[in-house]
């Protein structure tokens, strides 16, 4: 009897462990800050001595994602865990119109500078950041998202992919400005650039949609098949009722 009325729920992560994993999420958040603005500051003054559009977006991608990681920590800086996720929706919002506002900067200069109204120059220190970005950033992204994913929280997801973003563009930046600087390819710079901004508007149009894991809601033990299907489904945790 007690069988048959019995129902195993499953309501995430305890009190003690949102803590940590908030707290956690603070520590990259403010890592991931501090990073990008000497990145944004390097890259924004390489890219302008050397006329380099795809350099000077990859600045201002720092730039974006400083904004979107400094809302993010506006989030976590509530201790109650419903303040944060009441926060969330805005949170999502804020990211999503930074990196749309984004790819419509580069896109523009791109073009530009397709056109013939500019032509890029090799930089050597432009080379050097977005290698070291290329080395730094899929290991913060990476931590974040994990901790994002087993708290529940879809801005923190959508931040850790911003970084990881950010990781794609180093390594299209990097591509086009050694071409650039070794084979005299100028054209290289402003198709990278283009990259960028397609990239941009997929994770931009990710977070205006709250794609990632959300809240673990409570919900009646499924068997073991069920609940191996719902993972595959959409790569996270049964109890995630949105997932990307």
């Given at each position: 009897m007690a069988a048959d009325i019995s129902?195993?729920?499953?309501?995430g992560p305890?009190?003690?462990?949102?803590?940590?994993?908030?707290?956690?999420?603070?520590?990259?958040?403010?890592?991931t800050i501090t990073y990008n603005v000497i990145e944004a500051v390097v890259a924004i003054t390489a890219g302008t001595l050397s006329s380099s559009t795809a350099l000077i977006g990859f600045g201002l991608d720092s730039v974006i994602e400083v904004s979107s990681a400094t809302a993010v920590a506006w989030q976590f800086s509530a201790r109650d865990h419903a303040v944060r996720e009441a926060r969330e929706h805005r949170t999502l919002r804020i990211i999503a119109v930074s990196v749309f506002a984004l790819?419509?900067?580069?896109?523009?200069?791109?073009?530009?500078?397709?056109?013939?109204?500019?032509?890029?120059?090799?930089?050597?220190?432009?080379?050097?950041?977005?290698?070291?970005?290329?080395?730094?950033?899929?290991?913060?992204?990476?931590?974040?998202?994990?901790?994002?994913?087993?708290?529940?929280?879809?801005?923190?997801?959508?931040?850790?992919?911003?970084?990881?973003?950010?990781?794609?563009?180093?390594a299209v930046l990097l591509l086009g400005l050694?071409?650039?600087?070794?084979?005299?390819?100028s054209w290289a710079d402003p198709i990278a650039?283009?990259?960028?901004?397609?990239?941009?508007?997929?994770?931009?149009?990710?977070?205006?949609?709250?794609?990632?894991c959300c809240a673990p809601t409570a919900h009646a033990a499924a068997p073991a098949g069920a609940a191996a299907a719902a993972a595959d489904a959409c790569g996270c945790k049964p109890g995630c009722t949105s997932c990307s």
């Amino acid at each position: 009897m007690a069988a048959d009325i019995s129902i195993s729920l499953s309501l995430g992560p305890s009190p003690a462990r949102r803590d940590v994993l908030a707290r956690r999420i603070r520590l990259l958040v403010a890592a991931t800050i501090t990073y990008n603005v000497i990145e944004a500051v390097v890259a924004i003054t390489a890219g302008t001595l050397s006329s380099s559009t795809a350099l000077i977006g990859f600045g201002l991608d720092s730039v974006i994602e400083v904004s979107s990681a400094t809302a993010v920590a506006w989030q976590f800086s509530a201790r109650d865990h419903a303040v944060r996720e009441a926060r969330e929706h805005r949170t999502l919002r804020i990211i999503a119109v930074s990196v749309f506002a984004l790819a419509a900067y580069v896109s523009f200069d791109a073009v530009r500078a397709l056109t013939g109204t500019g032509e890029a120059e090799r930089s050597i220190p432009g080379i050097a950041i977005a290698a070291l970005s290329l080395a730094v950033m899929p290991f913060l992204s990476a931590a974040q998202r994990k901790a994002g994913r087993e708290l529940g929280s879809a801005s923190a997801v959508a931040d850790s992919k911003q970084t990881l973003l950010c990781t794609y563009l180093s390594a299209v930046l990097l591509l086009g400005l050694v071409l650039n600087a070794t084979l005299g390819w100028s054209w290289a710079d402003p198709i990278a650039a283009l990259v960028i901004a397609t990239i941009a508007v997929k994770e931009g149009r990710d977070a205006w949609q709250g794609k990632g894991c959300c809240a673990p809601t409570a919900h009646a033990a499924a068997p073991a098949g069920a609940a191996a299907a719902a993972a595959d489904a959409c790569g996270c945790k049964p109890g995630c009722t949105s997932c990307s």
